[in-house]
């Protein structure tokens, strides 16, 4: 089945500084998401990404559709401590697999120094 | 509007029992998904429902099930229950309909600790 290989499984940065996490897949997607979760409660989205090549923001984070379909990249800029949690990117197939389900990286932890 | 709601959020079995886990999703939502969250696996995928039928299916054994009501609401069970299916059970809803049901609202997730 489709798998997606998330990195970094982890991060420790500064309060202020930027970060960037990636997701790749073995198979073109032509849908990829991406969510937080905190602690106790289930992931929420950030981004949606629907064409080849799109660039999102949302407020300090962005994130890109690799040109390939394969990847996916999400920064944050400027973090605070509220970024901390766990960051996971989701996708699903293209062609005529529309009817896949998501299918999820195992996450990137965001630990925040203030 | 109110949000995906799971019940109970935390419950306790053994070994051997069955478990009934509820979702209700966002008013006017029909998809509704199920994933399990470990920590060693992340979030793999159970089951997703769109009109009261199973439009697709994980890797999981039998043991796993799940229906949707009329109402879209939904249920899994897991039945025989063994150590490793302690876990966080994610139930999602998304809008859209059978094709492309893309982006997925979770609730806060049910909890089971097997001992």
């Known amino acids: 089945g489709q798998q997606l290989n998330q990195s970094p499984q982890s991060m420790f940065i500064q309060e202020g500084e930027d970060v960037s996490m990636n997701c790749t897949s073995s198979?073109?997607?032509?849908?990829w998401l991406w969510y937080k979760q905190d602690p106790g409660e289930g992931p929420v989205l950030l981004i949606a990404?629907?064409?080849?090549?799109e660039l999102t923001s949302n407020g300090r984070l962005t994130a890109q559709f690799g040109i390939t379909r394969k990847d996916s990249f999400l920064n944050i800029s400027a973090s605070i401590p509220s970024d901390v949690g766990i960051y996971f990117c989701?996708?699903?197939?293209?062609?005529?697999?529309?009817?896949?389900?998501?299918?999820f990286g195992k996450g990137t932890r965001l630990s925040v120094i203030a | 509007k109110a949000g995906v709601t799971q019940t109970p959020r935390y419950l306790i079995k053994t070994r051997g029992q069955q478990v009934t886990l509820s979702c209700s999703p966002i008013?006017?939502?029909?998809?509704v998904s199920w994933y399990q969250q470990t920590p060693g696996q992340g979030l793999q995928f159970l089951f997703e429902?769109?009109?009261?039928?199973?439009?697709n299916k994980g890797n999981f054994p039998g043991r796993f099930s799940g229906r949707q009501f009329s109402n879209s609401r939904s249920e899994m069970n897991v039945s025989t229950l063994e150590l490793g299916d302690s876990a966080l059970y994610l139930c999602a809803s998304s809008l859209l309909g059978p094709v492309g049901a893309n982006v997925l609202t979770f609730g806060a997730g049910s909890r089971l600790t097997v001992l």
């Open positions: 989701a996708g699903r197939g293209g062609g005529n697999s529309g009817n896949t389900p998501l299918v």
């Open positions: 429902y769109f009109s009261e039928t199973q439009r």
């Open positions: 198979s073109i997607f032509n849908t």
């Open positions: 990404l629907y064409k080849a090549g």
């Open positions: 008013s006017g939502h029909r998809s």
